[in-house]
């Protein structure tokens, strides 16, 4: 089992930035590849990034690119997600994930976390 907690969403203003964590614990991170995803009220869950379980690759939804950077810390156990010039149409419920085969597909995580609110003001 893994156990993922998601931290950092909160109300910003359009152009504003926040960084989001997610802190895992139970079986070992590094062995996992994360994703972050997003769902909107009436909207299906969205792919937001992917980052390797080295770190070294990562992966990113047509509507962030150049906009969001995924990270992780194999130290702290912590994957990041820092978002940037933020739209309004970013506003949804951020959710982490933890896969040993984690790509673009949300079918392919195992473990989730509860989600992280990020609301962006106009």
């Known amino acids: 089992q893994v156990q993922l907690v998601e931290s950092g969403g909160g109300l910003v203003q359009a152009g504003g930035s926040l960084r989001l964590s997610c802190a895992a614990s139970g079986r070992t991170f590094s062995d996992y590849n994360m994703g972050w995803f997003r769902q909107a009220p009436g909207k299906e869950r969205e792919f937001v990034a992917q980052?390797?379980?080295?770190?070294?690759?990562?992966y990113y939804g047509d509507s962030v690119k150049g906009r969001f950077t995924i990270s992780r810390d194999n130290t702290k156990n912590t994957v990041y997600l820092q978002m940037n010039s933020l739209k309004t149409e970013d506003t949804a419920l951020y959710y982490c994930a933890a896969g040993l085969n984690g790509n673009n597909l949300a079918r392919r995580y195992d473990y989730w976390g509860q989600g992280t609110q990020v609301t962006v003001s106009s």
């Open positions: 980052i390797s379980w080295s770190g070294h690759s990562t």
